[in-house]
């Protein structure tokens, strides 16, 4: 007698092309789905330490820091650093590979403050017993989060470049030997959908373009930089970037691919890549400012998004300072 095997799900098929890391702040999210990476960001920490089940880990560093002969605003950034990295212990825990930690926002234009708080952060996490292999330091693709990535590559310090929305970042990023790179689908699909009210779909939609254009890119001059696609609004955008090196998706996207057994094919393939026809990008200084500040969507994502992250790194704040009272 014949037993039937049973269709894999869509998340099954494209863990066979791709990294799939859970884009999340949820340990049981990740347990559920079984990522081998995880990211967390400043707005997703946030959300985490407002529920109860996380509250332990915001009552543990306060508690740690107690007798501590910091004060003021130097006690509130110790104290988010000790959050991030007892997040980022537990998630360690779940995920067999990497989790990304997020430099604060407010750095973004400031390389020597970046490398500093990189430093301190894997510093961190090799007290606590966890290797710096294991974490990747995110950092805003700023012309100046850049410069400071490159610094902190050559340290062994590994950086998930994010925030990043044009080819030129991203070829900016590859040059300067940077570990990872997290494109923003959705919310480059976002800024088009809302400035010509297209709904786009498949292969279509620019975010999922934007994505393919710089994995391209990458194959062809050998950079070894990973992508990452990130930020996804609908499992169209995942399907079609099926064979990227990572993606990370949201639990919500991660149950549809789990919940589905349709067929699902790569959709980016290295070799293939290698033998188009593609000019190189000249990315100094200059040209990289300029080439960012000429594509409009690039230029207001990359800004909103840091805005955004800064202002839930001030309300994690004003929580530390309400439980450190």
């Given at each position: 007698m014949s037993t039937a095997t049973a269709t894999p799900s869509q998340l099954d098929q494209l863990k066979k092309f791709t990294i799939v890391v859970a884009d999340t702040g949820d340990f049981e999210a990740m347990k559920q789905f079984k990522p081998q990476d995880a990211t967390t960001n400043p707005s997703l920490i946030l959300q985490a330490s407002q529920k109860p089940e996380y509250r332990p880990l915001v009552d543990q560093a306060v508690a740690e820091h107690r007798h501590s002969p910091l004060a003021g605003d130097t006690l509130v950034e110790s104290v988010i650093d000790r959050i991030?990295?007892?997040?980022?212990?537990?998630?360690?825990?779940?995920?067999?590979?990497?989790?990304?930690?997020?430099?604060?926002?407010?750095?973004?234009?400031?390389?020597?403050?970046?490398?500093?708080?990189?430093?301190?952060?894997?510093?961190?996490?090799?007290?606590?017993?966890?290797?710096?292999?294991?974490?990747?330091?995110?950092?805003?693709?700023?012309?100046?989060?850049?410069?400071?990535?490159?610094?902190?590559?050559?340290?062994?310090?590994?950086?998930?470049?994010?925030?990043?929305?044009?080819?030129?970042?991203?070829?900016?990023?590859?040059?300067?030997?940077?570990?990872?790179?997290?494109?923003?689908?959705?919310?480059?699909?976002?800024?088009?959908?809302?400035?010509?009210?297209?709904?786009?779909?498949?292969?279509?939609?620019?975010?999922?373009?934007?994505?393919?254009?710089?994995?391209?890119?990458?194959?062809?001059?050998?950079?070894?930089?990973e992508v990452m696609g990130a930020s996804f609004r609908n499992t169209s955008q995942i399907i079609e970037l099926a064979g990227c090196d990572l993606l990370t998706i949201s639990p919500g996207l991660l149950e549809k691919l789990a919940a589905s057994s349709e067929p699902l094919t790569r959709k980016l393939d290295a070799e293939a890549a290698r033998t188009l026809e593609i000019e190189r990008v000249p990315c100094d200084e200059k040209s990289f400012r300029y080439r960012l500040n000429d594509d409009a969507?690039?230029?207001?994502?990359?800004?909103?998004?840091?805005?955004?992250?800064?202002?839930?790194?001030?309300?994690?704040?004003g929580l530390v300072r309400a439980a450190l009272a």
């Amino acid at each position: 007698m014949s037993t039937a095997t049973a269709t894999p799900s869509q998340l099954d098929q494209l863990k066979k092309f791709t990294i799939v890391v859970a884009d999340t702040g949820d340990f049981e999210a990740m347990k559920q789905f079984k990522p081998q990476d995880a990211t967390t960001n400043p707005s997703l920490i946030l959300q985490a330490s407002q529920k109860p089940e996380y509250r332990p880990l915001v009552d543990q560093a306060v508690a740690e820091h107690r007798h501590s002969p910091l004060a003021g605003d130097t006690l509130v950034e110790s104290v988010i650093d000790r959050i991030l990295i007892l997040f980022g212990q537990e998630i360690l825990k779940i995920v067999p590979g990497r989790v990304s930690t997020e430099v604060d926002a407010r750095l973004s234009f400031d390389a020597e403050a970046t490398i500093a708080k990189a430093r301190k952060l894997i510093a961190d996490y090799a007290a606590a017993g966890t290797p710096k292999e294991r974490v990747l330091i995110k950092i805003a693709s700023t012309w100046e989060g850049i410069q400071a990535a490159k610094v902190l590559q050559k340290e062994g310090i590994n950086c998930n470049l994010t925030l990043l929305f044009s080819l030129v970042q991203a070829v900016a990023c590859a040059e300067g030997g940077i570990k990872l790179i997290s494109p923003f689908v959705g919310r480059i699909y976002d800024w088009y959908k809302k400035s010509t009210g297209i709904e786009y779909t498949g292969a279509d939609d620019p975010g999922v373009q934007s994505v393919r254009t710089v994995y391209n890119y990458y194959k062809k001059f050998g950079h070894s930089t990973e992508v990452m696609g990130a930020s996804f609004r609908n499992t169209s955008q995942i399907i079609e970037l099926a064979g990227c090196d990572l993606l990370t998706i949201s639990p919500g996207l991660l149950e549809k691919l789990a919940a589905s057994s349709e067929p699902l094919t790569r959709k980016l393939d290295a070799e293939a890549a290698r033998t188009l026809e593609i000019e190189r990008v000249p990315c100094d200084e200059k040209s990289f400012r300029y080439r960012l500040n000429d594509d409009a969507m690039a230029t207001e994502k990359t800004a909103e998004g840091i805005r955004a992250f800064a202002q839930d790194i001030i309300k994690l704040e004003g929580l530390v300072r309400a439980a450190l009272a």
